[in-house]
Nanobody, 115 residues
């Protein structure tokens, strides 16, 4: 019954900003680290970053300094704030949690960075 639903994707110009949201249900959200991944056409699904139970964040080098992950445990939500977007950031973005030894994924939300 674990469910993750991403939203907030869209078309944005280079240098612009976008905030993605992930609504989680079916598990004790506050007890789990959450992650964001992305997958560009023809490429592997890569880790964007993660946020721990305590709120500590880690990021891939490609997004460090531009992206920020946050969580709101009262709303079972995790967010990905994306600033200074580049065309290379174009991808489907996925929310992820590892629960009981397996990974769960949302349906993904498309982010397109283009002029």
């Amino acid at each position: 019954q674990v469910q993750l639903v991403e939203s907030g994707g869209g078309l944005v110009q280079p240098g612009g900003s976008l905030r993605l949201s992930c609504a989680a249900s079916g598990f004790t959200f506050s007890s789990y680290a959450m992650s964001w991944y992305r997958q560009a056409p023809g490429k592997e699904r890569d880790l964007v970053g993660s946020i721990s139970v305590a709120g500590t964040t880690t990021y891939a080098d490609s997004v460090k300094g531009r992206f920020t992950i946050s969580r709101d445990n009262t709303k079972n939500m995790v967010y990905l704030q994306m600033n200074s977007l580049k065309p290379e950031d174009t991808a489907v973005y996925y929310c992820n949690v590892k629960w009981r030894t397996r990974a769960y994924w949302g349906q993904g939300t498309q982010v397109t960075v283009s002029s």
